[in-house]
């Protein structure tokens, strides 16, 4: 296990111990989002993605090892094993080495060598690779003449083909080559012949070049697009002559020798056609996996961002999703997410009933008292938007402000069962206009209800490994819930089901329990629900919170393990309740002290003292909430130089595209976003972030807009 375990923890910095401590309490059953939260004294705080990629590589670690075993035993089978051979295999750190020194004992489907061994020309290849001083290639070669080689040319054509094999099989030979690609191989790139890019998405790579080792991933994915859609035309380019003349070298033993052009030209065909094509194959699939695992790391962070935006509490909110012809649906929510109206009005053309539109707009914003106005952004969204503008400037006795929600993926989920379920009366286009609204009013609890790969914070989604992204979001969806936790008695099923130990039964279990039997008023009261053992229990308890529970702590992120610790360290404060404004102990207090005296460990102390200071805050009150406006933002109004403020949509790997009021997002590229150099925009940026931005360039004739971050441009 030890072999196992050395790998991770050099590559995470971290101790052999808290590896190995991490894996047991995964093999015990235990969840991510447990450990990193209520098991930081077994892991020496590790958090939710250091314990993923230990459970990850591990799982590689596993495989690597049983792989390695298996090759060890076919290649004993055939009485080829030795201990040099074992060393080798023992010493490989990745599957593709491990292949490499198998390759030569591989049973081979037909090639031209193993066709030229079966026509016994293995004696004449050896012949050749032996250097001999005498004799001469024709004379020896009459020697393998049969009635399936009738000629000496087809008796050396066949000895060549089995020594190109040979160089083929060369374990060191492949990872010299390929070490030497992966640091210095350019892809060489430029527009097929005949092809029609009609939309010039392409036209950067029509003459393009660059090593592979500095490649970004979004160009890995566009240039891999580009060539599946037969656009461009791509191929590597390296010194290939380095490698013929040291593999000829290697055999020759710089030995002059009558045979030495018929070994060169085999080991120039060896390279040419089963090893530069197999390598180059290899590189880029290596770049196209590096690339969208980088591309679901982008997803994912975009995607948590996006869920903990912070909530919009107490609000009275009005949905608006817009659209021409079939005109604007109306939705009205209370603070708690309540539909209480819906609506429909026609304040585009080709209807144009401007007029009603305006007085039923404003006859419901004064009537429910609206503070904010959500408007989806999607078809007629900036007429929409300067429709409600309009309003809000002109009536001074509104106090309203708006702001643009992402609708991806509220048309899926208006049109699927959860929606239909809860509003069955509801037409799709309404209950997409109470998700509007209730995006604004809390986003985690109404995004959880969409598949994350409809939500649209992604970059090339559609080409990346499907189950791959689709584990990655699930994870980042899971992660994100269990930081914030739930409200046991209003969360939703489609929520409950991602906390840790739960799932869809358990969840469903619990909301039937809830609405048979009421409130929930502790957390005692959870053993209770079907399907809910022991175990699932430890795991769920401190991530499910009930306000205004009989026991003040099962109102907080504090485990019900931890509860007798915690009255033992308010205590020693002298806290009498989590209501008790009087914190000042917390300010001074020790937790190394207070773990020594009360016979716990720092870590479970620390988290309880920031449970004690901010007893019912939300994890996402730490974040910005949406940016509000009350008037609309022109492409005409801009000019160069301008300072504004706008909310990060989406991010990528060349940049932030931000919201600033215009009908598409202006973009920040990665070189606008910091005056040091980074490696990836996250080091600044996240979805949600409202940031200061400056317009340095405007093109109205496709009406964007490129921003800049830099205090001074």
């Given at each position: 296990?030890?072999?196992?375990?050395?790998?991770?923890?050099?590559?995470?910095?971290?101790?052999?111990?808290?590896?190995?401590?991490?894996?047991?309490?995964?093999?015990?059953?235990?969840?991510?989002?447990?450990?990193?939260?209520?098991?930081?004294?077994?892991?020496?705080?590790?958090?939710?993605?250091?314990?993923?990629?230990?459970?990850?590589?591990?799982?590689?670690?596993?495989?690597?090892?049983?792989?390695?075993?298996?090759?060890?035993?076919?290649?004993?089978?055939?009485?080829?094993?030795?201990?040099?051979?074992?060393?080798?295999?023992?010493?490989?750190?990745?599957?593709?080495?491990?292949?490499?020194?198998?390759?030569?004992?591989?049973?081979?489907?037909?090639?031209?060598?193993?066709?030229?061994?079966?026509?016994?020309?293995?004696?004449?290849?050896?012949?050749?690779?032996?250097?001999?001083?005498?004799?001469?290639?024709?004379?020896?070669?009459?020697?393998?003449?049969?009635?399936?080689?009738?000629?000496?040319?087809?008796?050396?054509?066949?000895?060549?083909?089995?020594?190109?094999?040979?160089?083929?099989?060369?374990?060191?030979?492949?990872?010299?080559?390929?070490?030497?690609?992966?640091?210095?191989?350019?892809?060489?790139?430029?527009?097929?012949?005949?092809?029609?890019?009609?939309?010039?998405?392409?036209?950067?790579?029509?003459?393009?070049?660059?090593?592979?080792?500095?490649?970004?991933?979004?160009?890995?994915?566009?240039?891999?697009?580009?060539?599946?859609?037969?656009?461009?035309?791509?191929?590597?380019?390296?010194?290939?002559?380095?490698?013929?003349?040291?593999?000829?070298?290697?055999?020759?033993?710089?030995?002059?020798?009558?045979?030495?052009?018929?070994?060169?030209?085999?080991?120039?065909?060896?390279?040419?056609?089963?090893?530069?094509?197999?390598?180059?194959?290899?590189?880029?699939?290596?770049?196209?996996?590096?690339?969208?695992?980088?591309?679901?790391?982008?997803?994912?962070?975009?995607?948590?961002?996006?869920?903990?935006?912070?909530?919009?509490?107490?609000?009275?909110?009005?949905?608006?999703?817009?659209?021409?012809?079939?005109?604007?649906?109306?939705?009205?929510?209370?603070?708690?997410?309540?539909?209480?109206?819906?609506?429909?009005?026609?304040?585009?053309?080709?209807?144009?009933?401007?007029?009603?539109?305006?007085?039923?707009?404003?006859?419901?914003?004064?009537?429910?008292?609206?503070?904010?106005?959500?408007?989806?952004?999607?078809?007629?969204?900036?007429?929409?938007?300067?429709?409600?503008?309009?309003?809000?400037?002109?009536?001074?006795?509104?106090?309203?402000?708006?702001a643009i929600v992402s609708e991806a993926g509220a048309s899926v989920y208006?049109?699927?069962?959860?929606?239909?379920?809860?509003?069955?009366?509801?037409?799709?286009?309404?209950?997409?206009?109470?998700?509007?609204?209730?995006?604004?009013?809390?986003?985690?609890?109404?995004?959880?209800?969409?598949?994350?790969?409809?939500?649209?914070?992604?970059?090339?989604?559609?080409?990346?490994?499907?189950?791959?992204?689709?584990?990655?979001?699930?994870?980042?969806?899971?992660?994100?819930?269990?930081?914030?936790?739930?409200?046991?008695?209003?969360?939703?099923?489609?929520?409950?089901?991602h906390i840790a130990g739960l799932n869809k039964n358990v969840a469903k279990?619990?909301?039937?329990?809830?609405?048979?039997?009421?409130?929930?008023?502790?957390?005692k009261e959870l053993a209770k629900i079907k399907g809910l053992g022991a175990?699932?229990?430890?795991?769920?308890?401190?991530?499910?919170?009930?306000?205004?529970?009989?026991?003040?702590?099962?109102?907080?992120?504090?485990?019900?393990?931890?509860?007798?610790?915690?009255?033992?360290?308010?205590?020693?404060?002298?806290?009498?309740?989590?209501?008790?404004?009087?914190?000042?102990?917390?300010?001074?207090?020790?937790?190394?002290?207070?773990?020594?005296?009360?016979?716990?460990?720092?870590?479970?102390?620390?988290?309880?003292?920031?449970?004690?200071?901010?007893?019912?805050?939300?994890?996402?009150?730490?974040?910005?909430?949406?940016?509000?406006?009350?008037?609309?933002?022109?492409?005409?109004?801009?000019?160069?130089?301008?300072?504004?403020?706008?909310?990060?949509?989406?991010?990528?790997?060349?940049?932030?595209?931000?919201?600033?009021?215009?009908?598409?997002?202006?973009?920040?590229?990665?070189?606008?976003?910091?005056?040091?150099?980074?490696?990836?925009?996250?080091?600044?940026?996240?979805?949600?972030?409202?940031?200061?931005?400056?317009?340095?360039?405007?093109?109205?004739?496709?009406?964007?807009?490129?921003?800049?971050?830099?205090?001074?441009?």
């Amino acid at each position: 296990m030890e072999k196992l375990i050395a790998p991770i923890a050099k590559s995470l910095n971290i101790s052999y111990a808290q590896v190995k401590n991490t894996l047991d309490l995964l093999a015990d059953g235990n969840t991510i989002p447990f450990i990193a939260r209520y098991r930081k004294e077994v892991t020496k705080d590790l958090d939710e993605e250091q314990i993923r990629f230990i459970d990850e590589h591990y799982q590689y670690q596993k495989n690597l090892a049983k792989r390695k075993e298996d090759v060890k035993r076919l290649i004993e089978t055939q009485g080829k094993l030795t201990d040099a051979l074992v060393e080798q295999i023992d010493a490989c750190e990745t599957l593709a080495l491990v292949e490499d020194i198998y390759r030569p004992y591989q049973q081979k489907r037909k090639t031209r060598a193993t066709d030229a061994i079966a026509k016994g020309l293995q004696g004449l290849a050896d012949w050749i690779l032996s250097l001999p001083r005498n004799g001469s290639i024709e004379t020896e070669a009459k020697k393998y003449l049969n009635d399936q080689v009738t000629s000496i040319e087809e008796a050396i054509q066949g000895a060549k083909d089995i020594i190109a094999e040979k160089v083929s099989d060369d374990a060191k030979l492949r990872k010299l080559i390929r070490d030497m690609m992966v640091s210095e191989a350019k892809i060489m790139i430029k527009l097929k012949k005949n092809a029609v890019d009609e939309q010039k998405t392409y036209r950067v790579y029509y003459d393009y070049n660059e090593r592979c080792s500095t490649l970004a991933p979004h160009r890995i994915m566009a240039i891999n697009r580009g060539e599946r859609e037969k656009i461009l035309d791509v191929s590597m380019d390296y010194n290939r002559e380095r490698f013929a003349r040291y593999q000829f070298n290697q055999m020759t033993h710089h030995q002059e020798c009558f045979v030495n052009p018929l070994i060169d030209e085999a080991i120039r065909d060896g390279l040419k056609r089963l090893v530069y094509p197999s390598l180059e194959r290899e590189l880029r699939a290596s770049l196209t996996d590096m690339a969208q695992e980088k591309s679901i790391d982008v997803f994912s962070a975009n995607l948590e961002s996006l869920l903990l935006q912070a909530p919009m509490k107490d609000a009275m909110i009005l949905g608006l999703d817009p659209a021409y012809r079939t005109g604007c649906k109306l939705a009205i929510i209370d603070q708690t997410g309540k539909l209480l109206h819906i609506d429909l009005i026609y304040p585009h053309p080709p209807v144009n009933k401007i007029k009603e539109a305006r007085a039923k707009t404003i006859e419901l914003l004064k009537k429910y008292k609206i503070n904010l106005i959500a408007i989806g952004n999607g078809t007629a969204s900036r007429e929409s938007e300067m429709f409600i503008a309009e309003i809000l400037k002109s009536e001074s006795d509104i106090d309203a402000r708006y702001a643009i929600v992402s609708e991806a993926g509220a048309s899926v989920y208006s049109a699927g069962d959860l929606a239909r379920e809860e509003f069955p009366d509801l037409h799709v286009e309404e209950r997409s206009a109470v998700s509007i609204a209730r995006r604004l009013l809390d986003p985690l609890s109404e995004l959880i209800k969409i598949d994350p790969k409809s939500i649209g914070v992604g970059q090339y989604q559609h080409d990346l490994a499907p189950a791959r992204l689709q584990e990655r979001l699930d994870f980042a969806v899971v992660k994100t819930v269990n930081r914030i936790g739930a409200d046991v008695n209003t969360a939703s099923e489609a929520l409950l089901k991602h906390i840790a130990g739960l799932n869809k039964n358990v969840a469903k279990s619990l909301v039937e329990y809830r609405n048979e039997n009421g409130l929930f008023k502790s957390r005692k009261e959870l053993a209770k629900i079907k399907g809910l053992g022991a175990k699932a229990y430890t795991q769920a308890a401190g991530f499910l919170r009930i306000p205004k529970a009989v026991d003040e702590l099962d109102a907080t992120a504090i485990h019900p393990e931890s509860y007798a610790l915690t009255r033992s360290i308010m205590k020693e404060l002298g806290i009498k309740s989590l209501q008790d404004e009087n914190k000042l102990a917390l300010v001074g207090a020790d937790a190394q002290n207070l773990a020594n005296r009360l016979n716990s460990d720092v870590y479970t102390v620390q988290d309880i003292l920031q449970v004690l200071a901010n007893p019912f805050r939300d994890y996402r009150d730490r974040f910005d909430g949406p940016l509000l406006h009350k008037d609309i933002v022109k492409i005409e109004d801009l000019k160069l130089g301008m300072r504004l403020e706008g909310t990060v949509r989406n991010v990528t790997d060349f940049g932030a595209f931000v919201d600033i009021g215009l009908k598409n997002d202006g973009l920040v590229h990665i070189s606008k976003l910091s005056k040091v150099r980074i490696k990836s925009p996250y080091e600044r940026v996240a979805v949600g972030d409202i940031v200061s931005v400056t317009v340095i360039d405007i093109d109205l004739e496709r009406n964007k807009v490129a921003l800049s971050m830099l205090e001074s441009v």
